[in-house]
């Protein structure tokens, strides 16, 4: 989905100095899974599953379901907190959502609440997907979690830079907090959908205008 492209203002905050080792990385990492955005990302994703499992395909258009898809895809967009989040956010679900209409045609029927004109966000193209396959929620929560700690440790390693070992070493360790954090991101009420996200907020925008450059965002 060219998540390797992204390092979500990584590569500003280790250019400041702010991030300088598998600790401060962990640090960071940790601080996001907790208040960060991710959080909200991932209840999204969870209700993308769910209304997708609610969805017959032949009953795609009339089911009263249909609009809260579109509504979540729109509302997730006007949350970023920067241009470069956002459009990392479309480009991603746009890809995902290329890649499995490409692998079954079948699961174009899914998509028909979210308008062709309107583009998708990853999260959501990743809830219909794995609701589509047949992943289970909480298999698929903690592989949505588990994948994103895991690109942002591959940008820590090529940047920073970080051995691999430590790399993993640093993946294994996050592990019990993905686990506690997908448990709180399942109770999150559509009220509770906010986050504390300052931090990603200016080093993403920071990233903007980096001199030099090896990720999108």
């Known amino acids: 989905m060219g998540a390797y492209n992204y390092s979500e203002g990584l590569e500003w905050l280790i250019e400041r100095g702010n991030i300088t080792n598998a600790d401060t990385l962990g640090a960071w990492i940790t601080q996001e899974l907790g208040q960060g955005s991710i959080a909200v990302d991932t209840a999204i994703m969870a209700r993308a599953h769910r209304l ?11 089911n009263p379901t249909v609009k809260n898809l579109s509504y979540w895809n729109q509302w997730l967009t006007a949350t970023r907190e920067s241009r470069e989040l956002r459009e990392q956010s479309l480009q991603m679900g746009g890809s995902l959502r290329k890649l499995l209409v490409d692998l079954d045609p079948a699961v174009q029927a899914w998509f028909e609440p979210i308008p062709s004109t309107q583009p998708c966000n990853y999260a959501i193209a990743f809830g219909i997907g794995a609701a589509f396959w047949g992943i289970d929620l909480h298999q698929s929560g903690l592989g949505y979690l588990h994948s994103w700690a895991n690109n942002l440790i591959s940008a820590g390693i090529r940047l920073i830079p970080l051995g691999q070992t430590a790399g993993q070493k640093l993946l294994l360790h996050l592990t019990p907090t993905i686990l506690h954090q997908w448990q709180r991101i399942l109770l999150l009420g559509d009220d509770d959908l906010y986050s504390c996200s300052w931090g990603l907020a200016l080093a993403s925008m920071g990233h903007e205008s980096q001199y030099t450059r090896l990720f999108r965002s």
């Open 52 to 62: 997708t499992g609610q969805l017959a395909p032949t009953d795609v258009v009339p």
